[in-house]
């Protein structure tokens, strides 16, 4: 873990309850361990928004796979960004709804822009982007 630092910090007695019920929650050792991983996770999401940074993640979306040609435009999409779409994998959930999980990586620009151009698709009903920089669990 390389040399550790010790930094103290200050807040509210009433942040800090709520602080330490999430800690015992998630099941943390200690609140070390709990500020270093909201850091990490913190300079992950903000790695992420640079453009030029190389990332890989994935693209939950569900949807209704009856909605007249939703599943064909997934198709197209897909296929046309075959560079950067890695894999998927789809689930039916009940009769009518799906869950699909689209696995990808890339320049970040063109991973948001194909993130956003599936979940804005009409039909679909939620979607969540989720990435991380390639090299972000590289130690310093």
């Known amino acids: 873990m390389g040399n550790l630092k010790r930094f103290?910090?200050?807040m509210e007695e009433g942040l800090l309850n709520k602080f330490d019920q999430l800690i015992e929650e998630k099941g943390y050792e200690n609140r070390s361990e709990a500020v270093r991983d909201l850091v990490r996770n913190t300079i992950v999401q903000?790695?992420?928004?640079?453009?030029?940074?190389?990332?890989?993640?994935?693209?939950?979306?569900f949807y209704n796979?009856?909605?007249?040609?939703?599943?064909?435009?997934?198709?197209?999409?897909?296929?046309?960004?075959?560079h950067e779409i890695l894999a998927t994998t789809h689930f039916h959930l009940d009769a009518d709804?799906?869950?699909e999980i689209i696995v990808v990586k890339g320049a970040a620009q063109k991973?948001?822009?194909i993130s956003n151009q599936l979940i804005?698709?009409?039909?679909?009903?939620?979607?969540?982007?989720?990435?991380?920089?390639l090299n972000s669990f590289e130690e310093k």
Do not use: W
């Open 97 to 99: 709804n799906c869950l």
């Open 120 to 133: 804005s698709i009409k039909g679909v009903n939620y979607g969540k982007f989720t990435a991380a920089p």
């Open 65 to 82: 796979h009856r909605q007249q040609d939703l599943m064909q435009e997934l198709t197209k999409i897909q296929h046309n960004l075959h």
């Open 46 to 61: 903000e790695s992420t928004e640079k453009d030029e940074e190389f990332i890989a993640g994935s693209i939950l979306i």
């Open 8 to 10: 103290g910090v200050s």
């Open 111 to 113: 991973i948001r822009a």
